[in-house]
């Protein structure tokens, strides 16, 4: 059971007030209830235009179990040269004897343009120490990003969101240097890459990856990027050397040099998907074989067929994340290190130029 | 950058958290059973949300009732929406019941298995691939060398190109003569390595936890042994009576149902030494030489190290509660032990000297389940002042439930212009330091059944050295005579749980 807890506001304040305000707020909480525990996970910062601040606050609220433990929204607003914040606490737990609440913690401060540059100024005394801090800034303000990589172990990022994938990656790459990333557009993959992993693994068809030939992915028309990602993940761990993808009639096209083969890859926009992401994906090999799979009801269609013409269908079974289902895995992944994201950043600029 | 060469892993899994699992068909025998409706197809349906089930899976459900598989759709899919820890989405639910079916009919019946094997044959040669096999034991303990035996005379118990594995729930035997029998049938058609022997507590997140706290922390380990360790407390309390249980409490009682399997389990886990891998076997073989270092109590050490109670009426959160000789089912003469403490020994090296207090019991004060570590006090007290409240031993506990986190009590100095001591908590708690909370015990049990990780089952010989534990305490307790003590509803338990503390031990409050 989640309850919205003690409320806090203040126009044209300072960092050190809204501070002062959220440990008073916790220190009152305690003396009321002192089942409340603080929850001390996660840091995250979100920069947002101040025109879509309920939209990422509702975005926010909706990401399932995984909720950082502070959250502190910049909002952005042309103009505005004073600082405005709204502190407010929940906390979540059943009232049960011995049972512990947990308490998080949101501050949604109103900034201007000019604040920007110099954002960790505003953030730092803000911030829980000694936790991971992960940004986010859905609607761009680099400079802003860029101000926070000293305080922030990990920044969040969608390559699909970004109209140019190849300057997304060139990004993606650069914040990788100073920040571990956290790529929305890579976990929406996930499911593709576990069911494309597991179709490959029963040594008969482990067999069959040194001889995949071709490659074609279909996705949302606005989510090249995370076309070229799955194209960009099987080069890095079959170790093939992908060259560049050029495009024609809206489809992007490529090759890659395998040990014995060269890759067949095909980028296709399809209309009919409506979520950010993939739509499909086929791979075929040398020998006949071909795997596709697509989007269905209750899971991933799976189709097979193999060097023989034999055909076999069936379902992967699992639910759709949503959108805030993807946000709230990208938050979990903050705690964790893929190791081979950066492998697949590197392979993904070689194909686009990046 | 992997190249792909033969005989080369799976390039594609570096990286993914949920690594395949070869296509499996799940049998369930007790199919329309209370665990299986409550705990085992909830948990099969989550492990679908989240598509950590195998690429392929079929579930085949084995009861007597004799029903269409529509009907059991039916009644798995009113299950899973009434115990799933999540909505169920109405289209991965459609679809996972789509591979849903149904065989009735009684476990002595040989065409029961007949039909079975028809079942599974169709749904490898629809896949045309060999599945593996997971016969899941959810009915009564009596039923269950009866069916390993037919799957053996059915040709069901192993295959070419693919695992048969068997989950056995507990309790396995009443007793070591029952559980070296049933280990003995068991193992005279399957393998070890196919049986997997569930303890649900072994699933929990902070069971397991205490491996990462004790092999994870380089500040524990020097300090835990008899050198820096006075005494240690198990305790698994319920707030809770027997409920509609009676039937099976009954002839159980505290010892059986509680201490010979998860609380010898706790205590392995904190005893152990280091294993050289976090394989199953290696983890195993150190829980059971830790349980083998426990002396198994004599008749005459029964009255000295253990005692037994029973609960009277009393009160339990502010409302009149009935003794359990009232409880609906329960024999007026029944001498069945609500309550149960022990002092065990592990003699060995590490441990020699130190005692081990277990207690369990319904109808007690609170619910917690912990392990309290006493430290051995300070050798020189130099702050003997008055006022002090006390300098007292440090104590670590562990607590599993209902609050999953680690606690450290430290003497701190009171403000003021005087050295006084007090102790004061460093507390950890699981729920403030991370994300989410654990998955259900069952979810990560039958993943793991599926991937063929036996670590977090119990062997056959750990079976039998709990039980070797046990025994003799339940043949002692059958020879003595006198009335059992009792102890109110709502309290510490019986008085007498005292008598086995070594001087100067003390019970932690419940």
Redesign the interface.
């Given at each position: 059971m989640v309850e919205a807890g003690a409320v806090w506001s203040a126009q044209d304040t300072t960092p050190g007030e809204i501070d002062g305000a959220l440990r008073g707020l916790l220190k009152e909480q305690y003396e009321k209830d002192a089942a409340c525990a603080p929850a001390r996970v996660l840091n995250l910062v979100v920069i947002v235009d101040r025109e879509w601040r309920g939209e990422i606050l509702n975005r926010l609220e909706r990401v399932g179990r995984y909720h950082p433990s502070r959250t502190v929204l910049c909002a952005v607003e042309p103009g505005r040269t004073t600082i405005d914040a709204t502190v407010a606490l929940t906390t979540e737990g059943e009232d049960r004897a011995g049972d512990l609440k947990l308490t998080r913690e949101r501050c949604v401060v109103d900034i201007g343009p000019k604040h920007l540059r110099n954002l960790d100024t505003i953030v730092d005394p803000l911030v829980v120490s000694d936790i991971a801090t992960l940004v986010w800034s859905p609607h761009g303000h680099p400079e802003a990003v860029d101000s926070l990589l000293h305080l922030a172990q990990v920044v969040l990022v969608d390559l699909v969101e970004e109209p140019d994938p190849a300057a997304a990656v060139r990004r993606a790459l650069e914040l990788g240097a100073s920040a571990y990333v956290v790529d929305l557009a890579w976990l929406r993959s996930t499911p593709w890459r576990e069911r494309v992993a597991a179709s490959f693994d029963p040594p008969r068809w482990r067999e069959e990856l040194g001889r995949i030939d071709s490659v074609t992915v279909r996705h949302r028309p606005d989510s090249g990027a995370a076309g070229v990602l799955f194209c960009s993940w099987l080069a890095a761990r079959l170790g093939w050397r992908p060259g560049s993808l050029m495009r024609a009639n809206g489809t992007l096209h490529g090759s890659a040099s395998g040990r014995r083969q060269h890759v067949d890859l095909r980028l296709v926009p399809d209309q009919s998907q409506a979520v950010p992401g993939l739509a499909g994906v086929e791979i075929g090999s040398a020998s006949g074989m071909r795997l596709s799979l697509d989007r269905g009801p209750g899971g991933l269609s799976a189709r097979r067929v193999d060097a023989r013409g034999r055909e076999s269908s069936w379902t992967v079974l699992g639910a759709s994340r949503g959108e805030a289902g993807i946000l709230g895995e990208g938050i979990r992944q903050a705690l964790l290190r893929d190791p081979v994201y950066r492998d697949v950043l590197d392979e993904a600029a070689l194909m686009l130029g990046a | 950058?992997?190249?792909?060469?033969?005989e080369?892993v799976?390039?594609?899994?570096?990286?993914?958290?949920?690594l395949?699992?070869?296509p499996t068909t799940l049998v369930i025998f007790g199919g329309t059973g209370d665990l299986a409706h409550r705990k085992l197809l909830p948990a099969i349906y989550n492990l679908?949300?989240?598509?950590a089930?195998?690429?392929?899976?079929d579930l085949i459900a084995v009861s007597r009732a004799d029903i269409p598989h529509d009907n059991y759709r039916s009644m798995a899919r009113e299950s899973i929406t009434k115990y799933s820890r999540r909505k169920p989405?109405p289209?991965?639910?459609?679809?996972?019941l789509d591979r849903v079916r149904y065989v009735p009919g009684t476990f002595d019946d040989d065409s029961v298995f007949d039909r079975l094997g028809d079942q599974l044959k169709d749904f490898d040669d629809e896949?045309?691939?060999a599945f593996n096999r997971i016969f899941y034991l959810s009915t009564a303990p009596k039923f269950f060398p009866l069916i390993i035996r037919k799957l053996g005379d059915h040709g069901l118990e192993r295959r070419k190109d693919a695992e048969v594995r068997v989950v056995i729930e507990k309790p396995f035997g009443t007793s070591l003569a029952e559980a070296q029998q049933l280990n003995r049938e068991v193992l005279s058609v399957l393998d070890e390595k196919q049986v997997f022997r569930i303890d649900h507590y072994l699933g929990k997140e902070t069971v397991q936890n205490m491996l990462a706290f004790r092999f994870a922390n380089g500040m524990f380990e020097p300090i835990w042994s008899r050198n820096f360790i006075d005494y240690v407390q198990i305790t698994s309390a319920e707030d809770l009576g027997i409920g509609r249980r009676a039937g099976y409490y009954d002839s159980a009682g505290a010892l059986r149902d509680l201490v010979q399997n998860h609380m010898l389990q706790l205590l392995s886990l904190l005893c152990m030494e280091p294993p050289v891998t976090f394989t199953a076997d290696e983890v195993r073989d150190e829980k059971v030489k830790v349980l083998h270092a426990v002396k198994a109590p004599t008749p005459e050490d029964v009255a000295e190290i253990t005692v037994r109670g029973q609960y009277t009426a009393g009160m339990a959160?502010g409302a009149d509660v009935p003794g359990y000789l009232q409880e609906e089912g329960v024999p007026p003469d029944s001498r069945t032990e609500t309550y149960v403490a022990l002092r065990l020994k592990v003699d060995n090296w590490r441990w020699a000297g130190v005692p081990f207090y277990l207690r369990t019991g319904k109808r007690l004060a609170?619910?917690?389940t912990e392990i309290a570590v006493t430290l051995k006090p300070v050798p020189h007290l130099a702050f003997k002042a008055a006022g002090s409240v006390g300098v007292q031993p440090n104590q670590l506990i562990m607590t599993m439930q209902?609050?999953e986190g680690v606690s450290l009590s430290l003497g701190a100095k009171i403000p003021g212009t005087r050295m006084r001591i007090r102790p004061v908590n460093m507390e950890f708690?699981y729920?403030?330091?991370?994300?989410?909370?654990s998955p259900e015990a069952y979810e990560r049990l039958i993943l793991d059944a599926m991937r063929g990780d036996a670590t977090l089952f119990t062997r056959n010989d750990e079976v039998e050295a709990q039980w070797r534990i046990c025994d003799p305490i339940l043949q002692g307790w059958a020879h003595q005579d006198g009335a059992l003590p009792t102890y109110p509803a709502g309290s510490q338990g019986p008085e007498d749980a005292n008598r086995i503390l070594v001087p100067d031990d003390h019970w932690r409050a419940i």
């Open positions: - | 950058m992997a190249t792909v060469t033969q080369q799976n390039p594609l899994v570096e990286g993914l958290e949920r395949p699992v070869h679908a949300h989240e598509g089930l195998p690429e392929r899976f989405d289209q991965v639910l459609e679809k996972l896949a045309g691939i959160e609170r619910k917690v209902p609050n708690l729920g403030t330091a991370f994300l989410s909370q």
